[in-house]
C-alpha cells in the first residue's frame, strides 16, 4: 500500500511540475501578431492565425492557440482581428527617385483634362522668375476628354520667357515650348539621335515633342539638381512605397550616384524598405560591370544588375513593331545598338552581373531575346558564375507567341505591370489594331507556358498601388470596371497566382526565394497587411480595401 502511495504521489508531483512548465513556458519574441487571417504564400501551410518575429525573422506560424507560448510575457503582441496578412508585397518594377519628385515637385500626375494640365503649369510658371526653367511630369492624354497631346502653341502661351519640360508620364517623350527648344539648338535641321526622333508639323518645324533620346537634348541643359535634392526625392520615394504597402522595390535603372545617397541613408538612419538597384547602361554600367554586383547581408541595399532599353512606348509611338502603327506612318524604333550591347551582356554573364531589359513592342522583344540567346550560347555554363542568370524583360508587353515560347525555353523573366494594360485598354487598339492586341500583355499564357512573371508598377508612370496592381491582374478592368471584347479577359491571372507575381516569383527575380517571399519560419519577416481579404472579396472591393500596417524585417515601417 506504502508502495502504491509514493507511485501515486511522484505522479502528481511530475503532473504539476508538466502542468507549471506548461503555463511558465513563453519562448523570447519581438513581435507577435493574432487573431488574424495569414496567407502565407507556402503550398505547405497555405493559412494561419498568428505568427512570431525574432530579430529580422519569422520564428513561429501557426494557430491563435499554438502561439500561446509567444504571445506572453514581456513580448509586444498586437490583435489583428479583421486583418488579412500577406507575405510582403514586391513592386519588381519601379523607379524610386522618380517617385519622390513626383511628390515634391510639378505633379501633373492627377490632371483629368488637357486644359487641368495646362492649368497647374500656368499656377506654377507664375511663381517662378522669368528664365526659370518649369519642369513637370506625369500627364497622359489616353483619359482625356481632348484625347491629344498638348501643343508648342499653348506651353508658348503660358511663357515665352521661362523655358518649359513637360514629361509624358510614360517617361518616353517630353512636350517643351519654343524658347526650350531654342536653348537646346533645335530647329528643322537637327538630325534625329539614334534611338530618338525630333517630331515635326507639316512644314518640317519641330513642334515640341521629343521622343524617347531626342529627349535629352532638352533635359541635358535643365540645370542639375543638387545632391541634397536627390537625397530628399530618394527619402520621399521610400517613404512613400512604405506608405503604399510595398515592403521591396526594385529600382529600374539609376545611376551609382542614387545608389551612394541609398547606401548613405541606409547606414545613417536606415531604410524603410528594401530596394533592389539597376543601374542604368552607360557610363555607370560599364563601371559596374567591372565591379558589381554589390551584395548586402542586411539584404536591404543589393545590385546585382544593370538596364538596358530596347525601345520605347506605345503612347508614345517609340515602341518597335514588325509592322507599322494603325495611327502613323513609323514602326517606332530600336534604343540599343548590337555592336555596343553584346560585349557587354558576354562580360554580365561571366561576372554575373543580372541584365533587365526594357522591351514593349513585338519586335524590341524577338531583338532581345534573340541577343540574350547569342550571348548565352557564347558563354557556356561552365564559365558563368551563375548558371541560371535570371535575365529579365521588362514590361514585356507584346510578345509573338513563338517568342513567348522562347522566354519559357531560354528561362527568361517576364517583368509585368498589371496597371498598363488596364490605362493601354484605352487607346493601344487605335496605335495597333485589334489583331495585334492578342499577343499584348498575355501574363495567363506566359505563366502556363512556365515562365516566372513577376509584378511591378512603374510608378511614377502609374501611381504605384499594389491594390491596383492586384485588381488589374485578376481582373483586367479598369478602375470603374471597363473592357472591350478584344481585350483578351482570359488572360487575367488567378488570385494565387496574382499573390505570387507580387512576392515569391518577385522574390526569385532577384535571386532570394530563400530568404523572402513567402511567410515562413527562418525567412526574412515582411508582411503586408490589408483590412480586407483580397483573396475572397469580389473584384470590385478590392479598392475599398486599405493597407493597414506595413513591416519590414520585424519592425513596422508604416502604420494607419
Request: some cysteine; glycine content about 8%.
Given at each position: 500500500m506504502k508502495i502504491y502511495i509514493k507511485q501515486i504521489l511522484a505522479l502528481l508531483v511530475v503532473s504539476l511540475i508538466i502542468s507549471c512548465s506548461k503555463e511558465e513556458v513563453c519562448y523570447e519574441a519581438d513581435l507577435v501578431l493574432v487573431n488574424s487571417k495569414i496567407y502565407t504564400a507556402n503550398a505547405d501551410q497555405w493559412e494561419a492565425e498568428a505568427t512570431a518575429i525574432l530579430g529580422d525573422k519569422f520564428i513561429f506560424i501557426g494557430s491563435n492557440e499554438d502561439s500561446s507560448a509567444y504571445a506572453c510575457g514581456s513580448n509586444r503582441v498586437l490583435d489583428l482581428k479583421d486583418s488579412f496578412i500577406f507575405p510582403g508585397f514586391i513592386d519588381a518594377h519601379a523607379h524610386l527617385k522618380g517617385i519622390g519628385y513626383r511628390?515634391?515637385?510639378?505633379?501633373?500626375?492627377?490632371?483629368?483634362?488637357?486644359?487641368?494640365?495646362?492649368?497647374?503649369?500656368?499656377?506654377?510658371?507664375?511663381?517662378?522668375?522669368?528664365?526659370?526653367?518649369?519642369?513637370?511630369?506625369?500627364?497622359?492624354?489616353?483619359?482625356w476628354p481632348e484625347g491629344r497631346f498638348p501643343t508648342i502653341e499653348e506651353l508658348d502661351a503660358i511663357s515665352d520667357k521661362k523655358p518649359i519640360a513637360l514629361e509624358r508620364a510614360d517617361g518616353h517623350a517630353i512636350i517643351v515650348n519654343s524658347l526650350a527648344l531654342k536653348l537646346a539648338g533645335i530647329d528643322r535641321n537637327t538630325l534625329d539621335p539614334i534611338g530618338g526622333k525630333i517630331d515635326k508639323d507639316a512644314n518640317g518645324e519641330p513642334n515640341g515633342v521629343l521622343i524617347d533620346k531626342a529627349s535629352s537634348l532638352v533635359e541635358s541643359i535643365i540645370p542639375k539638381r543638387t545632391r541634397e535634392?536627390?537625397?530628399?526625392?530618394?527619402?520621399?520615394?521610400?517613404?512613400?512605397?512604405?506608405?503604399?504597402?510595398?515592403?521591396?522595390?526594385?529600382?529600374?535603372?539609376?545611376?551609382?550616384?542614387?545608389?551612394?545617397?541609398?547606401?548613405?541613408?541606409?547606414?545613417?538612419?536606415?531604410?524603410?524598405?528594401?530596394?533592389?538597384?539597376?543601374?542604368?547602361?552607360?557610363?555607370?554600367?560599364?563601371?559596374?560591370?567591372?565591379?558589381?554586383?554589390y551584395l548586402d547581408p542586411d539584404h536591404y541595399l543589393?545590385?546585382?544588375?544593370?538596364?538596358?532599353?530596347?525601345?520605347g512606348a506605345i503612347g508614345s509611338r517609340g515602341a518597335a513593331f514588325f509592322d507599322k502603327y494603325d495611327d502613323y506612318e513609323t514602326k517606332g524604333f530600336l534604343i540599343f545598338q548590337k555592336e555596343e550591347t553584346m560585349p557587354k551582356l558576354i562580360k554580365a554573364l561571366v561576372n554575373g552581373i543580372q541584365i533587365q531589359t526594357h522591351a514593349i513592342g513585338d519586335?524590341?522583344?524577338?531583338?532581345?531575346?534573340?541577343?540574350?540567346?547569342?550571348?548565352?550560347?557564347?558563354?557556356?555554363?561552365?564559365?558563368?558564375?551563375?548558371?541560371?542568370?535570371?535575365?529579365?524583360?521588362?514590361?514585356?508587353?507584346?510578345?509573338?507567341?513563338?517568342?513567348?515560347?522562347?522566354?519559357?525555353?531560354?528561362?527568361?523573366?517576364?517583368?509585368?505591370?498589371p496597371s498598363h494594360a488596364i490605362g493601354d485598354l484605352h487607346f493601344a487598339h487605335k496605335r495597333l489594331g485589334e489583331e495585334r492586341l492578342k499577343d499584348a500583355y498575355t501574363w495567363k499564357n506566359l505563366i502556363e507556358l512556365g515562365v516566372v512573371v513577376v509584378g511591378g508598377s512603374d510608378a511614377p508612370?502609374?501611381?504605384?498601388?499594389?491594390?491596383?496592381?492586384?485588381?488589374?491582374?485578376?481582373?483586367?478592368?479598369?478602375l470603374d470596371g471597363f473592357y472591350e471584347d478584344w481585350w483578351n479577359i482570359e488572360e487575367v491571372v488567378s488570385r494565387e497566382e496574382a499573390l505570387y507575381m507580387f512576392t515569391k516569383w518577385a522574390s526569385y527575380s532577384v535571386f532570394e526565394e530563400d530568404i523572402k517571399g513567402t511567410i515562413e519560419v527562418g525567412k526574412l519577416a515582411d508582411l503586408t497587411i490589408f483590412n480586407k481579404d483580397l483573396m475572397l472579396i469580389p473584384e470590385e472591393d478590392i479598392m475599398s480595401s486599405e493597407v493597414t500596417m506595413t513591416i519590414v524585417g520585424g519592425k513596422v515601417v508604416y502604420s494607419k
Amino acid at each position: 500500500m506504502k508502495i502504491y502511495i509514493k507511485q501515486i504521489l511522484a505522479l502528481l508531483v511530475v503532473s504539476l511540475i508538466i502542468s507549471c512548465s506548461k503555463e511558465e513556458v513563453c519562448y523570447e519574441a519581438d513581435l507577435v501578431l493574432v487573431n488574424s487571417k495569414i496567407y502565407t504564400a507556402n503550398a505547405d501551410q497555405w493559412e494561419a492565425e498568428a505568427t512570431a518575429i525574432l530579430g529580422d525573422k519569422f520564428i513561429f506560424i501557426g494557430s491563435n492557440e499554438d502561439s500561446s507560448a509567444y504571445a506572453c510575457g514581456s513580448n509586444r503582441v498586437l490583435d489583428l482581428k479583421d486583418s488579412f496578412i500577406f507575405p510582403g508585397f514586391i513592386d519588381a518594377h519601379a523607379h524610386l527617385k522618380g517617385i519622390g519628385y513626383r511628390e515634391i515637385t510639378l505633379n501633373l500626375q492627377g490632371a483629368d483634362s488637357l486644359k487641368n494640365m495646362l492649368t497647374l503649369v500656368q499656377i506654377h510658371s507664375n511663381k517662378l522668375s522669368d528664365g526659370d526653367w518649369v519642369v513637370g511630369r506625369g500627364w497622359i492624354e489616353k483619359k482625356w476628354p481632348e484625347g491629344r497631346f498638348p501643343t508648342i502653341e499653348e506651353l508658348d502661351a503660358i511663357s515665352d520667357k521661362k523655358p518649359i519640360a513637360l514629361e509624358r508620364a510614360d517617361g518616353h517623350a517630353i512636350i517643351v515650348n519654343s524658347l526650350a527648344l531654342k536653348l537646346a539648338g533645335i530647329d528643322r535641321n537637327t538630325l534625329d539621335p539614334i534611338g530618338g526622333k525630333i517630331d515635326k508639323d507639316a512644314n518640317g518645324e519641330p513642334n515640341g515633342v521629343l521622343i524617347d533620346k531626342a529627349s535629352s537634348l532638352v533635359e541635358s541643359i535643365i540645370p542639375k539638381r543638387t545632391r541634397e535634392e536627390e537625397k530628399r526625392a530618394l527619402r520621399e520615394g521610400l517613404n512613400r512605397t512604405a506608405k503604399m504597402g510595398w515592403t521591396q522595390l526594385h529600382d529600374a535603372g539609376s545611376p551609382l550616384s542614387d545608389y551612394e545617397i541609398l547606401n548613405e541613408l541606409k547606414k545613417d538612419e536606415g531604410l524603410p524598405v528594401r530596394i533592389q538597384f539597376y543601374v542604368s547602361d552607360g557610363e555607370d554600367g560599364n563601371k559596374f560591370l567591372d565591379e558589381g554586383p554589390y551584395l548586402d547581408p542586411d539584404h536591404y541595399l543589393t545590385s546585382r544588375g544593370i538596364k538596358f532599353y530596347a525601345d520605347g512606348a506605345i503612347g508614345s509611338r517609340g515602341a518597335a513593331f514588325f509592322d507599322k502603327y494603325d495611327d502613323y506612318e513609323t514602326k517606332g524604333f530600336l534604343i540599343f545598338q548590337k555592336e555596343e550591347t553584346m560585349p557587354k551582356l558576354i562580360k554580365a554573364l561571366v561576372n554575373g552581373i543580372q541584365i533587365q531589359t526594357h522591351a514593349i513592342g513585338d519586335l524590341a522583344n524577338k531583338i532581345t531575346l534573340d541577343w540574350y540567346e547569342e550571348a548565352f550560347n557564347k558563354v557556356s555554363t561552365e564559365n558563368r558564375i551563375i548558371e541560371n542568370p535570371r535575365w529579365r524583360v521588362e514590361h514585356a508587353q507584346n510578345i509573338k507567341p513563338e517568342d513567348q515560347k522562347r522566354y519559357s525555353d531560354l528561362k527568361v523573366i517576364a517583368s509585368m505591370q498589371p496597371s498598363h494594360a488596364i490605362g493601354d485598354l484605352h487607346f493601344a487598339h487605335k496605335r495597333l489594331g485589334e489583331e495585334r492586341l492578342k499577343d499584348a500583355y498575355t501574363w495567363k499564357n506566359l505563366i502556363e507556358l512556365g515562365v516566372v512573371v513577376v509584378g511591378g508598377s512603374d510608378a511614377p508612370v502609374e501611381i504605384g498601388d499594389p491594390r491596383i496592381e492586384f485588381k488589374a491582374a485578376v481582373s483586367r478592368k479598369d478602375l470603374d470596371g471597363f473592357y472591350e471584347d478584344w481585350w483578351n479577359i482570359e488572360e487575367v491571372v488567378s488570385r494565387e497566382e496574382a499573390l505570387y507575381m507580387f512576392t515569391k516569383w518577385a522574390s526569385y527575380s532577384v535571386f532570394e526565394e530563400d530568404i523572402k517571399g513567402t511567410i515562413e519560419v527562418g525567412k526574412l519577416a515582411d508582411l503586408t497587411i490589408f483590412n480586407k481579404d483580397l483573396m475572397l472579396i469580389p473584384e470590385e472591393d478590392i479598392m475599398s480595401s486599405e493597407v493597414t500596417m506595413t513591416i519590414v524585417g520585424g519592425k513596422v515601417v508604416y502604420s494607419k
